[in-house]
C-alpha cells in the first residue's frame, strides 16, 4: 500500500517548553532555523537550549500498528543487493572510530522510511559522506505480515554516524521500531528493524536512466559545451583559499543551483551539493544525471511506475 509522496507537506511542532503544538509548513522551518519565527505559545526562539523540535503528525497512519507491514517502505543505499546476509555497515570505519563508538560490534538495525526520507537520505549522502558520484539504488521493502511493532514510538536514536544497535530499540520478541525522523523527512516516521523482518525488495537504479528531461538538457548542455573548460585562478583576497575553477564549472555550478531553487525549500542546499559540476566532467552526462536527480523528487511517480516493473526479490 503506498502513501502519498508529498515533499512540500505541513509538519507538525511540539515546544516542551510551554506544551504548544502547532502545524508549519517547510518555509516556517528554514524561518524558525534563522531565528525569524518564535513558538506561537511563548515566543521561545531556535536559539533556546531546548527549542521546539518537529514531532510525529497524530493523523500519521503509520501509528496504527495494523498499517506497518501493509505499506511499502524504502531505502536508498549504494549496494546493488541490499539487504545483504553479511552487511557490515561499520566497515568502513576505521579502528578509531569504532573505539569511539564503544566498541560494539552487536548487530546494527537496518533503515526504512518513507520515500521522501530514502530521497533525503541519498542527497545527504551525496553531500557529506563523498557519495557524490556514486551509484545509487532506490528499494522499495516488503515487510513480513507477522512482524511485531514496538509499542509507541522513539526519538531517533541513531548514533552520530547513523547506527541504531538492534536489540536495544527491539528487545526480545519485537521486529521492528518507528522512530522520529529528524533528520530525513523530519517529522515523519521511519523503522529501525532486522533483516529477517523483511519479506522482499524491488529495486531500480537512480536517477532512472531515461527520466530526464529533454528539453531542459537541451538548454544546458549547449551553454556548457561553449565555456571554457581552462582553470581560472581565484583573484582578489580569495585567490589563497580557492581552487583554480573553469567557467564551465562555474556556469554548471549556478545551472544547478537555479533548479535547485525550484525545490522545496529544505531540499535545496542539498540537491544543490549533489548536483555540483566537477571539473573535467562531461555536460551532458552532467545534465542527464542533474535532470534525473531531480525527477525523483517532481516527478515520484514515475519512480513507483518504474519500480512496479521490477520482480520481487526475496530478502
Not at 529477517?196 to 531515461?210: H, M, R
Request: hydrophobic share 35%; with cysteine; aromatic share 8%.
Amino acid at each position: 500500500m503506498e502513501r502519498r509522496v508529498d515533499f512540500s507537506r505541513e509538519r507538525w511542532m511540539f515546544c516542551g517548553h510551554c506544551d504548544h503544538r502547532w502545524r508549519v509548513d517547510p518555509d516556517w522551518i528554514d524561518r524558525w532555523e534563522q531565528a525569524e519565527e518564535t513558538c506561537p505559545g511563548c515566543g521561545m526562539t531556535c536559539e533556546h537550549e531546548d527549542p521546539p523540535r518537529v514531532t510525529v503528525d497524530p493523523e500519521d497512519p503509520a501509528l496504527d500498528d495494523s498499517n506497518i507491514a501493509q505499506f511499502s517502505w524504502y531505502h536508498t543505499s549504494t549496494q546493488p543487493d541490499w539487504p545483504t546476509r553479511d552487511f557490515d555497515p561499520a566497515a568502513v570505519l576505521t579502528p578509531e572510530t569504532r573505539m569511539m563508538m564503544g566498541g560494539d560490534q552487536r548487530p546494527k538495525a537496518l533503515h526504512v522510511g518513507t520515500y521522501e526520507a530514502a530521497v533525503h537520505n541519498m542527497l545527504r549522502r551525496m553531500r557529506d559522506q563523498a557519495d557524490h558520484g556514486s551509484q545509487f539504488h532506490l528499494y522499495r521493502v516488503y515487510l513480513k505480515p507477522s512482524v511485531v511493532v514496538r509499542e509507541d514510538w522513539l526519538i531517533d536514536p541513531s548514533n552520530f554516524v547513523g547506527d541504531v544497535v538492534l536489540d536495544e530499540v527491539c528487545p526480545p520478541g519485537v521486529d521492528i521500531a518507528r522512530y522520529l525522523n529528524y533528520h530525513e523527512d523530519p517529522g515523519g516516521l521511519s523503522l529501525a528493524l532486522g533483516r529477517e523482518a523483511i519479506a522482499g525488495v524491488q529495486q531500480v537504479a537512480v536517477p532512472l536512466p531515461d527520466a530526464w528531461d529533454g528539453n531542459w538538457v537541451c538548454e544546458v548542455v549547449a551553454p556548457l559545451k561553449s565555456a571554457s573548460d581552462a582553470l581560472t585562478p581565484a583573484t582578489g583576497r580569495l585567490r589563497r583559499s580557492m581552487r583554480p575553477t573553469s567557467p564551465r564549472a562555474a556556469l554548471g555550478r549556478k545551472l544547478g543551483a537555479v533548479l535547485a531553487d525550484r525545490l522545496p525549500v529544505n531540499l535545496r542546499n542539498q540537491f544543490a551539493s549533489a548536483a555540483a559540476f566537477s571539473e573535467g566532467e562531461d555536460p551532458e552526462r552532467w545534465a542527464r544525471r542533474t535532470s534525473g536527480l531531480f525527477r525523483l523528487i517532481e516527478n515520484p511517480a514515475r519512480v513507483l511506475a518504474a519500480l512496479n516493473q521490477q520482480e520481487h526479490r526475496q530478502a
